[in-house]
């Protein structure tokens, strides 16, 4: 799903006076669209703010030092010394660019031990690597789902499985967020000799919620589809040492595709599709997101190697990450939050109204901590929300720090009563 407003864009009166007369101008409604500024001008955009340094934990905007609580670095390995070492020796060894297409001039043999590598702790067959998440999802949905086959794909889907549903020419079905009695009912209407694919999300982008997937596998099988699973924020976080939430439900060989991203624990730039050999060959042969399109860097390759052989060797990062994440979800449930429950590292605020969150998200800011602000359409209007996520480096200081700076907003702006007690300390 979008963060952004984008979609606001609304029709626009006035526009037949453009062109010199000549009727519609195409750009009419980028004149029109001046929410953003408006927001600016108010002094609460949140949105494109430069960071100038960071540690990950800890990073400067505008100047000044400030925690960071809305970045998907889950494991904390952006930093990490045998990470930033293998990037900067792949630069050394290969240059700074594959400058062509994984099918043509642009695979190394650095892709290759990754894809093997990934397929044998994903416990798939095999597996190939895209330059982006998004383009994991746009790839594989355009190719694997062509005219008379079907995709039933959650409303709450992240933005490139909507992208990659939109690019293929099979039909679209949307179903109910998580609803299984609604994926049923409407799988049970499409004909039965179709191709089908589900599509979800494995760990939901912004509400951090997981999918059913016990409940999706076992309607899959029953009406003869296929199963596809995005783990952007599942992989390195939940499962068997961050096998992700097929692993997490005991249902790997269930899953038939796994798709995933190298931007969140992975700690660089990427993405991978793993899956059955045959079903891999086939998008290393059709996809057009891989086909005409450069492939990973050779250090942002080299680091994804290094992140996963940390993940192996450091476990307690993940244990770590869990224990953050839940003593967060608590501290602010305890000072009388409106949070989404989960069990992963997203830990989303509800504040409600659009100007709500973005003054909150301003005061919060004001006290030097980043977090993401979701307004509508990412999220239904009225559901307005302050996305922090978490970092399995984040100290407890940060993290008390980060309770306060609520604590004092919430209060501020009456959005949480009297504590009975000394809260943010009973938070820990
Ligand atoms: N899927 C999900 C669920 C995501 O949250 C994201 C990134 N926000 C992506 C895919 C895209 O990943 P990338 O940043 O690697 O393009």
């Not at 029109?32 to 949105?47: N, S, V």
């Not at 045998?82 to 043999?109: E, F, M, P, W």
């Not at 789902?145 to 293929?168: C, P, Y």
């Not at 249902?251 to 059955?276: R, Y």
Request: aromatic residues 8%; proline residues 3%.
């Amino acid at each position: 799903m979008p963060v952004g407003f984008a979609t606001r864009a609304a029709p626009i009166a006035g526009r037949i006076e453009t062109l010199g007369g000549l009727g519609l101008d195409l750009f009419d409604k980028c004149r029109a669209f001046t929410r953003p500024q408006e927001i600016q001008a108010a002094g609460l955009y949140p949105y494109f703010k430069p960071i100038e340094a960071s540690d990950g934990t800890r990073v400067v905007i505008e100047g000044r030092e400030r925690i960071m609580a809305g970045s998907n670095n889950y494991l904390g390995l952006t930093v990490h010394p045998d990470v930033k070492a293998a990037a900067i020796d792949a630069v050394q060894k290969y240059g700074t660019s594959c400058t062509g297409s994984r099918y043509l001039n642009g695979t190394l043999d650095l892709h290759v031990e990754l894809e093997q590598q990934l397929a044998a702790f994903l416990n798939k067959e095999a597996c190939v690597l895209l330059s982006t998440g998004f383009q994991t999802n746009l790839g594989l949905l355009q190719t694997i789902a062509s005219k008379g086959d079907f995709i039933l794909s959650d409303k709450e889907n992240h933005s490139s499985i909507v992208v990659g549903t939109q690019a293929s020419y099979a039909t679209t079905v949307r179903y109910r967020h998580n609803d299984m009695r609604d994926l049923e009912n409407k799988l049970s209407k499409l004909p039965e000799d179709a191709g089908k694919l589900i599509v979800s999300d494995g760990v939901f982008s912004m509400s951090g919620a997981l999918v059913n997937l016990p409940a999706l596998v076992d309607i899959a099988r029953r009406y003869g589809a296929r199963i596809a699973l995005d783990d952007a924020h599942g992989t390195g976080v939940i499962g068997e040492g961050g096998r992700g939430t097929a692993s997490h439900f005991g249902l790997v060989a269930e899953t038939d595709i796994i798709t995933g991203t190298f931007s969140k624990s992975f700690a660089s730039l990427g993405g991978f599709i793993a899956g059955d050999r045959e079903v891999i060959s086939y998008l290393k042969h059709n996809a057009a997101a891989l086909i005409f399109s450069a492939s990973m860097t050779p250090a942002s390759t080299a680091t994804v190697i290094a992140a996963l052989k940390v993940m192996q060797q450091e476990p307690e990062r993940i244990a770590r990450l869990k224990q953050v994440a839940e003593r967060m979800r608590r501290g602010f449930m305890e000072m009388g939050f409106r949070v989404i429950d989960g069990e992963t590292a997203i830990v989303p605020v509800v504040i409600g109204e659009d100007e709500a969150t973005f003054r909150f998200w301003q005061a919060l800011y004001k006290r030097g901590v980043f977090v993401n602000c979701v307004i509508s359409p990412a999220v239904p209007r009225g559901m307005s929300l302050i996305r922090t996520s978490y970092i399995a480096t984040h100290s407890d200081e940060e993290l008390d720090l980060i309770l306060e700076a609520f604590y004092q907003t919430g209060r501020e702006m009456g959005l949480i009563g009297q504590p009975s007690g000394t809260l943010v300390a009973s938070a820990g």
